[in-house]
C-alpha cells in the first residue's frame, strides 16, 4: 500500500501549467537539512531538521514535509517534540494565486495562506487559520534562495504594519 501511495502521490515532473503557476518554488525541490531557531518555553533554541520538497498530484502541485527535529534525533529526548508537518502549495485558477495550505497535527495548527513573489522573496500571509478567519496576523518569507540554501522567517504582527521574526531556518542542500 504504502508503495502505491507514493507512486500515486509524488511526482517526477511538472505539468506545464503548474510548472509556470509555481515556479517561484521550484528552486526549493529536493531534500534540505536546516537549523531552526524559535522560542520554546521562555528562551531561544536552535533544532536542526529536514525539508523536503516535491512535485505531487501529477506536477499539479508542491508539497514539503517539514520534520524538526530532524527523524534521527526526534526520539532522542535532547529537543522538544517540535513539529512533524507538510504543506501543499497549488495554483487556484478562480481566484488567480497561489495557495499554500499548511498542516501541522503535533501542535493542531492548520493554516491557509497566498503567495507572491516581492523583491525578490516569495511572501506567504495568512489568510484563514484552523478556527476560520485569520485571527493572528503571520507571514512566511522565503529569501536568499540560491541553488544550495535558503533562508525562511515566522513573522507576526498585531496591526498588519509592524513585523517581528519569531522563528527562522537556515537551510542547506543535503
Not at 498530484?57 to 508539497?63: F, P, S, V
Not at 517534540?81 to 495550505?101: H, L, P, S
Not at 493554516?111 to 503571520?138: K, N, Y
Request: net charge negative.
Amino acid at each position: 500500500m504504502k508503495d502505491a501511495f507514493s507512486e500515486s502521490l509524488v511526482s517526477n515532473a511538472a505539468e506545464s501549467e503548474a510548472r509556470e503557476k509555481l515556479k517561484l518554488y521550484v528552486p526549493l525541490i529536493g531534500l534540505w537539512e536546516f537549523d531552526w531557531t524559535g522560542n520554546v518555553g521562555g528562551r531561544e533554541i536552535t533544532v536542526p531538521g529536514e525539508w523536503i520538497f516535491s512535485w505531487i498530484l501529477e506536477g499539479r502541485a508542491i508539497q514539503d514535509t517539514w520534520i524538526c527535529p530532524a527523524r534521527k534525533l526526534r526520539n532522542s529526548g535532547d529537543y522538544p517534540q517540535g513539529e512533524y508537518g507538510t504543506t501543499i502549495r497549488v495554483f487556484d485558477a478562480v481566484q488567480n494565486m497561489v495557495k499554500v495550505f499548511w498542516f501541522g497535527p503535533t501542535s493542531s495548527n492548520f493554516s491557509l495562506f497566498e503567495a507572491r513573489w516581492q523583491d525578490g522573496r516569495i511572501v506567504q500571509d495568512e489568510i484563514l487559520d484552523g478556527h476560520g478567519p485569520a485571527t493572528r496576523r503571520e507571514r512566511w518569507i522565503f529569501r536568499d534562495i540560491s541553488e544550495d540554501s535558503f533562508v525562511w522567517e515566522s513573522l507576526k504582527s498585531s496591526d498588519g504594519e509592524q513585523w517581528n521574526v519569531t522563528q527562522t531556518v537556515l537551510a542547506r542542500k543535503k
